[in-house]
């Protein structure tokens, strides 16, 4: 996706590494916890914050950029319809 940039890229690895964290011990450490929960939210306020910049600027005249953005987004609503009824 256009809107992923490398500090959200960073954000998920480390999110990543404190969900691996959290599975690997043996008890539930209120700490690694917290980190964790406090990354996972950052990475959907910095996806939420950054999709929306980019469609804010999707206001060009380049009818190329305009149809590559609605190409992602048919994709990914079928894919997820596709999910939703196969269930």
């Known amino acids: 996706f256009p809107w992923i940039n490398k500090q959200i890229l960073q954000t998920i690895a480390k999110r990543n590494t404190y969900y691996r ?35 804010e600027n999707l206001n060009s005249p380049d009818q190329k950029v305009f149809w590559k953005a609605v190409k ?14 196969r269930r």
Not at 30 to 37: D, N, T
Not at 42 to 50: I, K, M, Q, S, Y
């Open 21 to 55: 964290l959290l599975k690997s011990t043996d008890h539930e450490c209120q700490s690694i916890l917290h980190k964790y929960k406090s990354l996972r939210n950052r990475v959907v306020g910095l996806l939420r914050e950054e999709k929306r910049k980019y469609f």
């Open 72 to 85: 992602i987004l048919n994709k990914t609503t079928a894919t997820i319809l596709y999910s939703y009824t």
